[in-house]
């Protein structure tokens, strides 16, 4: 038996949120230095839409940060917060824009550094994110994220080496799916397996788990079940000893084998293909300011379960759920038609060239 790990990489999507210091009477001050009423009427905007992001009220924060950019263009913090507002918006390229700016303007800016560096990550660019991180910790070696940070990009660089994920989509990307991309980082479960029986662990007494997170960890296996159009089914049992699948919830990051992962799948197989595994998913988030929502909870069921069905690796499109990263965007997250079709190709038919190819041992599969 082979024991294969599968990790998630998070993005370190943090988060400006800084207030500035202002306002006095009629004189306006910012960081101790008098400004023009214009701009103390602008950092009061940029104050109000820290409690707007932190509300997830993401377009009426980007309405009025525009606005404030209007009015004061060379205070860092609002270029910061506008691009993370935007990049919560899914609007990625204006979000890089805005944070560039915001970085231009303030180099040391560590909170910049940290969002913009997760975006980059969250669309692919992972050279890109690299040296923002390193910046970063350059920078700011002291800082409260600096040891995630450092292992964020230990981790990406780890998995850049390995071939789990590319700095740049591959040659033989499919629009249809993703199974070249893949190659030998695919398993499956034999179809004397089906359906497939799946216990999941209640999380009563970790802390910051909730029943809903289980309802959401449900509707990620009936997701891709669907998607399957019958080739791959789940049936719940009521304890572990029955199960091929065991899910459990934690709330401790170091328990994960990656410090930067917010889950993990491990599965065995035999000649025959998969024979079982676990898929172990965090309550907490990795960092506090990209909080576990229910969207990023959902995220992270269908990603993990899509490893737990044999997609060992990631895929370099931020549209798929088996990308190599969680986004920073707070959207209610499908799986993609290349998911869904990926997932179809590879139970297809008998014993299919792919499946020989991952028994028979592959880099990936680690002891
Ligand atoms: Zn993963």
Redesign the pocket.
Known sequence: MTVID????LAMSLVALIPARALAETQYFMDGQPVTREVGEAVKILNDSVVLLQQNRNQEAVDALLQAEQMAPNVANIHSNLGLGLAKLGRNQEAIKELEIARSINPDNTSTLLTLGGIYQSQGQINQAIDTYNEFLKRAPQHKDAPKVASLVTGLKNELASGMISSAPPANASADNYLGELGSRLNRWPASKMPIRVYIQPGDGVPNYTPTYMTILRAAFSAWQEASQGAVSFTFVPDAGQADLVCSFISEPSSLTNGA?A?E?NLFVNKEGLVKGTIKLLTVPLVAELPLTDNRKRWLCL??V??ALGFGG?TNNPQDI?F?STLVSDNFPHLSARDASSLRGLYAGGDTQTARQANSGTPDVRP
Request: charged share 30%; glycine share 14%.
């Open positions: 599968r990790r998630l990489l992962e889950g799948t990603h993990e899509g490893h990631h088996m190599f």
